[in-house]
């Protein structure tokens, strides 16, 4: 398989595509199971892309809900592709989190890997701004009411950023379905690089302690792949509208009001964070210091890059991953009294773990 | 202007509202491998076109949908040549379900929902619209019905504009079934579970199916890794 | 040793049939998955429902055709005359560039009205022939305006630069007053 003349063939001809695929590699014995997951990514993206190109067929951008009722009633198998793009969603967005943390655990970002790190990061705000896309093109009120927050919130602004808030948001859905597209595609290409990134700067393991990709990794993937596989088929056929507001099946409209929509569960975290902060600046200003935060966590991390994180430095990182699923439940359920006081609390945490926890943990290793 | 928001706010805070004293009937579609009962969600289509269609439409539907609750094209031609559209003709099975005929004046201004998905937007799906469709009771002392209102146990404030839609006979169902209200109002639950998921049979098939699949596969490929590592490590 | 040796292939023989088993596995879960996105752009209930349309027939006076709009083409349906019918339904096939018997050009039981296409198979342009004041060739059917080719009242092709008749549309007769296009 590895040595097959086609594919080796082919894969000395196509630039980056060696790098992507795994199947010529060589790896370090004992890696764990989630070392598969940019690999479940990349297959989960696939299905969610694929879908999204069939829905195409079908999804009218100017009467999305009798669209996607024609969609569930009359086209074969139209329930499974939709189904296909919203639980490949959910999985996409967990799968990215997921590995997200998984570096943060295990200090992946540290050098030479900063650059594949920052690519991850990137990889999860364009997901995370598509998926808003995707949601207010459902046509149901949840997206329709958070599409009216975002444009009510733009004409606070003045000046360019008006302008530009306004240029984003304004011309009704077949113009968001254009954006979502150009995410999508986005999204695509910062999931390659990621990937293309990863592959680079993975430490060749000394020849006694590697092992060839096929067959001991394959076997290791494919089992991922299964689990993968178990838990899409579980979310479709289950629970489909798994981290859904409830509010997302009536038709969105300035009749089916509601004070807080709420937001996919994939959106919550980012969305109450956003929500902390007051005054047309807060709750942007919020998300972009927070990618910044996350971009620069390779240099908030004072530690020699080759020292393994020390224990406090992993309960923190759990204790990061308990506060980001907090703020994210209580984002998916709007009205929650709590939700003022505890949603500016856990968001300055976020900060505080990054900015401040970050560099004092690791600072003492530096010597 | 105040007066119809303070009312019901009255009406929950009086604790009046949600009694839940009803027995709800378990239904087929309920539950992780529920199923839609063709049988009851027919029966169910003919209460809609008997109680409900006048007010409510069903946008989403066309006759020729019927054929997935079992029906024959030549039964959903027949049902469908039964119905006069607004144009004098009859409708084909491929016409839309026909829009609702009577104009939100008639309930002072309250808007039949399309009932499209109503299983699906409403908390509860099938069991709300059985709770609110059996739910009529007199208003208990002390609480003042706004005008053209109901009293309703199982609707949120307690008053509706609908006036209560079924009653025992209300239709004769084709298979015999007795049809008491408690019966129609199961009966249309059903049916409007399936017009807000048609597949919701196929998505739990399916679904039990990829489940038993991927887990079979998923042993399979544990087998596998352990054979394939037994020598390394 | 020999046992060793046995039990070790008897093991290898084991993986490569778990191997071939997982692999077909994961290809027909592949296939599974990839299915209904292939089977999500066939033709379904509410395309097909615009597709279909019912032409009413009874209308129609012998020896006098219709013009209707399907899927964008002219359909012509044009009731023959007794005399029409007899005239060409003794033709011999293999004398016409395009051989086709009466049969193949009507369906059974409504010899008398026929249904095609009415663009000419050679330059496409809409052939004359249905209005009364329309010239109708030598065959006494449709003529092209654009290269004079001249077809006969079933739409067989009998002249002109054209050498295929005039194609027939996917219709039904759904009684003797109506008939369905699509």
């Given at each position: 398989?590895?040595?097959?003349?086609?594919?080796?063939?082919?894969?000395?001809?196509?630039?980056?595509?060696?790098?992507?695929?795994?199947?010529?590699?060589?790896?370090?014995?004992?890696?764990?199971?989630?070392?598969?997951?940019?690999?479940?990514?990349?297959?989960?993206?696939?299905?969610?892309?694929?879908?999204?190109?069939?829905?195409?067929?079908?999804?009218?951008?100017?009467?999305?809900?009798?669209?996607?009722?024609?969609?569930?009633?009359?086209?074969?198998?139209?329930?499974?592709?939709?189904?296909?793009?919203?639980?490949?969603?959910?999985?996409?967005?967990?799968?990215?989190?997921?590995?997200?943390?998984?570096?943060?655990?295990?200090?992946?970002?540290?050098?030479?890997?900063?650059?594949?790190?920052?690519?991850?990061?990137?990889?999860?705000?364009?997901?995370?701004?598509?998926?808003?896309?995707?949601?207010?093109?459902?046509?149901?009120?949840?997206?329709?009411?958070?599409?009216?927050?975002?444009?009510?919130?733009?004409?606070?602004?003045?000046?360019?950023?008006?302008?530009?808030?306004?240029?984003?948001?304004?011309?009704?859905?077949?113009?968001?379905?254009?954006?979502?597209?150009?995410?999508?595609?986005?999204?695509?290409?910062?999931?390659?690089?990621?990937?293309?990134?990863?592959?680079?700067?993975?430490?060749?393991?000394?020849?006694?302690?590697?092992?060839?990709?096929?067959?001991?990794?394959?076997?290791?993937?494919?089992?991922?792949?299964?689990?993968?596989?178990?838990?899409?088929?579980?979310?479709?056929?289950?629970?489909?509208?798994?981290?859904?507001?409830?509010?997302?099946?009536?038709?969105?409209?300035?009749?089916?009001?509601?004070?807080?929509?709420?937001?996919?569960?994939?959106?919550?975290?980012?969305?109450?964070?956003?929500?902390?902060?007051?005054?047309?600046?807060?709750?942007?200003?919020?998300?972009?210091?927070?990618?910044?935060?996350?971009?620069?966590?390779?240099?908030?991390?004072?530690?020699?890059?080759?020292?393994?994180?020390?224990?406090?430095?992993?309960?923190?990182?759990?204790?990061?991953?308990?506060?980001?699923?907090?703020?994210?439940?209580?984002?998916?359920?709007?009205?929650?009294?709590?939700?003022?006081?505890?949603?500016?609390?856990?968001?300055?945490?976020?900060?505080?773990?990054?900015?401040?926890?970050?560099?004092?943990?690791?600072?003492?290793?530096?010597? | 202007?105040?007066?119809?928001?303070?009312?019901?706010?009255?009406?929950?805070?009086?604790?009046?509202?949600?009694?839940?004293?009803?027995?709800?009937?378990?239904?087929?579609?309920?539950?992780?491998?529920?199923?839609?009962?063709?049988?009851?969600?027919?029966?169910?289509?003919?209460?809609?076109?008997?109680?409900?269609?006048?007010?409510?439409?069903?946008?989403?539907?066309?006759?020729?949908?019927?054929?997935?609750?079992?029906?024959?094209?030549?039964?959903?031609?027949?049902?469908?040549?039964?119905?006069?559209?607004?144009?004098?003709?009859?409708?084909?099975?491929?016409?839309?379900?026909?829009?609702?005929?009577?104009?939100?004046?008639?309930?002072?201004?309250?808007?039949?929902?399309?009932?499209?998905?109503?299983?699906?937007?409403?908390?509860?799906?099938?069991?709300?619209?059985?709770?609110?469709?059996?739910?009529?009771?007199?208003?208990?002392?002390?609480?003042?019905?706004?005008?053209?209102?109901?009293?309703?146990?199982?609707?949120?404030?307690?008053?509706?504009?609908?006036?209560?839609?079924?009653?025992?006979?209300?239709?004769?169902?084709?298979?015999?079934?007795?049809?008491?209200?408690?019966?129609?109002?199961?009966?249309?639950?059903?049916?409007?579970?399936?017009?807000?998921?048609?597949?919701?049979?196929?998505?739990?098939?399916?679904?039990?199916?990829?489940?038993?699949?991927?887990?079979?596969?998923?042993?399979?490929?544990?087998?596998?890794?352990?054979?394939?590592?037994?020598?390394?490590? | 040793?020999?046992?060793?040796?046995?039990?070790?292939?008897?093991?290898?023989?084991?993986?490569?049939?778990?191997?071939?088993?997982?692999?077909?596995?994961?290809?027909?879960?592949?296939?599974?998955?990839?299915?209904?996105?292939?089977?999500?752009?066939?033709?379904?209930?509410?395309?097909?429902?615009?597709?279909?349309?019912?032409?009413?027939?009874?209308?129609?006076?012998?020896?006098?055709a219709i013009t209707v709009y399907w899927a964008g083409l002219p359909i012509y349906v044009r009731k023959l005359t007794a005399q029409q019918i007899s005239a060409n339904q003794n033709t011999v096939p293999s004398t016409l560039p395009d051989p086709a018997t009466y049969a193949a050009r009507v369906q059974p039981g409504y010899e008398s009205f026929v249904v095609v296409v009415g663009l000419n198979t050679a330059t496409p342009c809409m052939l004359e022939g249905n209005a009364a004041t329309d010239p109708r060739g030598p065959f006494d059917g449709w003529l092209s305006p654009c290269d004079g080719s001249a077809y006969d009242p079933l739409g067989r092709v009998r002249a002109g630069p054209a050498r295929r008749n005039l194609a027939i549309p996917p219709y039904k007769f759904l009684n003797a007053n109506q008939i369905q296009l699509g």
């Amino acid at each position: 398989m590895t040595d097959h003349p086609a594919s080796s063939w082919a894969l000395s001809r196509i630039p980056g595509l060696g790098c992507v695929c795994p199947c010529r590699s060589t790896r370090a014995k004992g890696g764990s199971y989630l070392g598969a997951v940019p690999f479940l990514i990349a297959v989960t993206a696939l299905l969610v892309l694929a879908s999204g190109v069939v829905l195409l067929a079908t999804y009218n951008a100017r009467s999305p809900v009798a669209s996607l009722q024609i969609l569930s009633h009359a086209v074969p198998q139209g329930w499974l592709v939709r189904a296909y793009h919203a639980s490949g969603t959910t999985l996409l967005a967990g799968l990215v989190y997921l590995g997200l943390f998984h570096g943060l655990l295990t200090r992946a970002y540290r050098a030479p890997g900063e650059y594949a790190w920052m690519l991850g990061v990137k990889l999860l705000a364009v997901l995370l701004a598509a998926s808003w896309f995707g949601y207010v093109l459902s046509g149901g009120a949840g997206g329709y009411w958070s599409y009216q927050r975002a444009m009510m919130a733009a004409l606070q602004f003045h000046g360019a950023a008006r302008g530009l808030a306004l240029w984003v948001l304004s011309g009704g859905l077949p113009k968001l379905l254009v954006l979502h597209l150009l995410l999508a595609l986005s999204a695509g290409l910062a999931l390659w690089a990621w990937l293309a990134a990863r592959a680079k700067v993975r430490a060749t393991p000394p020849p006694g302690e590697a092992v060839p990709f096929y067959p001991y990794y394959a076997a290791q993937y494919l089992v991922a792949l299964c689990a993968l596989g178990f838990v899409g088929a579980l979310l479709i056929g289950f629970l489909p509208h798994l981290g859904m507001p409830a509010l997302n099946a009536v038709p969105g409209s300035g009749l089916s009001f509601a004070a807080n929509p709420g937001l996919p569960w994939y959106l919550a975290p980012l969305g109450a964070a956003a929500g902390s902060f007051h005054g047309a600046w807060g709750g942007i200003g919020a998300v972009i210091a927070l990618a910044v935060t996350l971009y620069a966590v390779p240099w908030l991390d004072l530690a020699p890059p080759e020292a393994p994180p020390s224990r406090l430095h992993q309960a923190l990182t759990w204790l990061l991953g308990a506060v980001v699923v907090a703020l994210g439940v209580d984002g998916t359920m709007p009205g929650c009294p709590l939700a003022p006081v505890l949603d500016p609390l856990l968001t300055l945490y976020v900060f505080l773990h990054f900015l401040v926890l970050l560099p004092l943990v690791t600072w003492g290793r530096a010597k | 202007m105040m007066r119809p928001f303070i009312l019901p706010l009255l009406a929950l805070l009086a604790g009046a509202a949600p009694a839940a004293a009803q027995t709800v009937p378990s239904f087929a579609s309920s539950g992780p491998l529920g199923h839609i009962d063709a049988a009851a969600a027919q029966r169910g289509f003919a209460v809609y076109e008997a109680s409900c269609a006048a007010c409510h439409s069903l946008s989403a539907l066309h006759y020729r949908d019927l054929e997935g609750l079992g029906l024959t094209s030549a039964q959903v031609a027949g049902i469908a040549s039964g119905i006069k559209l607004a144009d004098g003709t009859a409708a084909t099975p491929d016409s839309p379900f026909k829009p609702a005929t009577l104009p939100a004046s008639a309930f002072g201004g309250a808007l039949p929902p399309d009932l499209s998905s109503i299983a699906a937007q409403r908390p509860g799906g099938a069991a709300y619209i059985y709770a609110v469709l059996t739910g009529y009771t007199p208003a208990p002392a002390g609480i003042t019905l706004m005008p053209s209102h109901y009293y309703n146990s199982a609707y949120p404030g307690g008053q509706i504009a609908m006036p209560p839609p079924l009653h025992d006979g209300a239709v004769t169902y084709a298979d015999g079934t007795p049809s008491t209200t408690a019966q129609e109002a199961a009966d249309v639950a059903e049916f409007l579970t399936w017009a807000s998921d048609p597949t919701l049979t196929a998505r739990h098939e399916i679904g039990l199916r990829a489940l038993i699949f991927f887990g079979f596969l998923f042993v399979l490929a544990l087998v596998l890794k352990r054979q394939a590592w037994s020598n390394q490590s | 040793m020999a046992e060793t040796a046995t039990t070790a292939e008897g093991a290898v023989d084991r993986r490569d049939f778990l191997t071939i088993l997982a692999g077909a596995g994961g290809l027909l879960a592949s296939a599974a998955i990839a299915w209904p996105l292939i089977d999500a752009l066939a033709p379904h209930g509410d395309a097909a429902a615009g597709e279909r349309m019912i032409v009413t027939i009874s209308d129609i006076a012998e020896n006098s055709a219709i013009t209707v709009y399907w899927a964008g083409l002219p359909i012509y349906v044009r009731k023959l005359t007794a005399q029409q019918i007899s005239a060409n339904q003794n033709t011999v096939p293999s004398t016409l560039p395009d051989p086709a018997t009466y049969a193949a050009r009507v369906q059974p039981g409504y010899e008398s009205f026929v249904v095609v296409v009415g663009l000419n198979t050679a330059t496409p342009c809409m052939l004359e022939g249905n209005a009364a004041t329309d010239p109708r060739g030598p065959f006494d059917g449709w003529l092209s305006p654009c290269d004079g080719s001249a077809y006969d009242p079933l739409g067989r092709v009998r002249a002109g630069p054209a050498r295929r008749n005039l194609a027939i549309p996917p219709y039904k007769f759904l009684n003797a007053n109506q008939i369905q296009l699509g």
